[in-house]
């Protein structure tokens, strides 16, 4: 499993965009990038995935340049409810061993 | 159901109590997968059914962990003689053949005193 590098915390207010950028040096050629969302006592919320270039869905987009070796989580117009634990993975899109990390806890505030 | 369901969400054992854990998967899915939250920490993966046969426990931490899923459906993790490094919260997650992600549950937090 490609080993992924991404920031402790990141603080951020209600209304602007949160970028958290993870990196990904030894990423494989058939590794995707996934990314999961964790509330306080809840488990972890599938986001987004992609392999390359840009995904958007309703609830994020994910930026994936040419080399791979890093992708960013752009989260939207945040709110104070986008509070949680952000998990970057890398693994094959068939990989059942998750490797979570100690992901980027982001802080939204009034 | 709509979700994975898993209980109790709270469980205390006292050191060397036999605890054992459920988790209701989304009806259909056919993968079910164990992970262990420390406090702090991601998730880190215990073992993983397909249908009722169980294909990795590689991550189960010691023989005094085992997993279950005899019909396929409903799964139970015990740990006996519980120590106190078995603190932990205790997710279970569920996915079905063709889908992007794994749905998890909201975890059985269990304490051991």
């Known amino acids: 499993l490609a080993k992924t590098t991404q920031p402790i915390s990141m603080d951020s207010y209600e209304g602007q965009e949160v970028n958290i950028t993870c990196s990904h040096n030894?990423?494989?050629?058939?590794?995707?990038i996934t990314w999961y969302q964790q509330f306080p006592s809840q488990g972890p919320r599938f986001i987004i995935q992609g392999y390359k270039t840009k995904v958007t869905n309703e609830v994020a987009s994910l930026f994936i340049p040419a080399d791979r070796k890093s992708s960013t989580l752009s989260l939207p117009r945040v709110s104070l409810s986008d509070t949680a634990v952000y998990y970057c993975l890398v693994a094959l899109i068939n990989d059942y061993k998750l490797s979570f990390g100690a992901g980027t806890t982001v802080t939204v505030r009034a | 159901g709509a979700g994975v369901s898993q209980s109790p969400r709270y469980k205390v054992a006292k050191r060397g109590q036999d605890v054992a854990l459920r988790c209701d998967p989304i009806?259909?899915?056919?993968?079910l997968f164990w992970y262990q939250q420390a406090l702090g920490q991601g998730p880190e993966f215990l073992t993983y059914?397909?249908?009722?046969?169980?294909?990795?426990k590689s991550g189960l931490p010691s023989d005094r962990f085992f997993a279950e899923r005899p019909e396929g459906s409903v799964s139970t993790l015990k740990i006996q003689r519980t120590q106190q490094e078995d603190s932990a919260v205790y997710l279970c997650?569920?996915?079905?053949?063709?889908?992007?992600?794994?749905?998890f549950g909201s975890g059985t937090r269990l304490t051991v005193v």
């Open positions: 059914f397909q249908n009722e046969a169980q294909l990795d």
């Open positions: 997650a569920s996915s079905a053949a063709d889908s992007k992600g794994y749905t």
């Open positions: 030894n990423i494989a050629t058939n590794d995707y």
């Open positions: 009806s259909g899915h056919v993968s």
